[in-house]
């Protein structure tokens, strides 16, 4: 059974945490999934360092930095090597510690507030893809290496590419020059439908007729009813699969 503790700080940022805490109350209404909170700082050093050292655990684990570096504040200060005093959030699933957020993974910072938010939009929290099972940024190293698992004779441009709309994850040339414009989802939510749709700014950014380019997601999960939602907007959709070969 998944649940989640917020550890803070009497320093840490009290708008984080009202946020964090509206979030994990929407969750436990939503999936019956329990929360806590902890103030570290009434932790003993013996306590603080457990945690500590737990965290590094998983870090390990998982090839997850969670110690302060060029990409802002994470959970264990570069000064003093401990927990330092913003927020964080520790991921258990029957009692075992299986994610730490915020962290940074492939150079990609994922922070509390938009965990929370995607955990709030999924079906199952309880089976949710987390840090220890495939990432998007696994994805995106899947497709932009074999882009032919997309479609053949597909060719990779770019990664993380920024228009006016926000960040498109990859960008790839078919084989009739169109631009597919790809958004990585793990499990496509509804936000993510209008966040491809807002692509289309590459057009002016670039110089490509919208007629053109294409729209696409590329995930592990979609529910039904977003799958329609695509078809209606014209957004492709891929899903991740295996095929058994022998």
Partial sequence: MRNYMLCIRNDSDQQEIDKCTSLLEHIRDKHSVSYDILDISFLGDDERQHLTNSIRHVSAAQGIAVKSQGKGPLPI??????LGKICTLLVYDDNKLIGVY?????QKRIDILPYLEKMLLIDDVNT?????SITEADI???ISTFPELIEPGLQFLDTEVEVEGGRIDAVFKDNN?????IEIEIEVGDNAIGQVQ???????KYGIPQNQIRLGFVCAKIPESRLNACKGASIEVYTLCLVKKA
């Fill in 198 to 204: 807002r692509f289309i700014t590459y057009s002016e």
């Fill in 140 to 142: 995106s190293r899947m």
């Fill in 128 to 132: 949710a893809f987390d840090s220890q």
């Fill in 102 to 106: 915020p962290h940074v993974k492939n």
């Fill in 177 to 181: 020059g169109r631009h597919l414009l």
């Fill in 77 to 82: 200060s570069r000064n003093t090597n401990s």
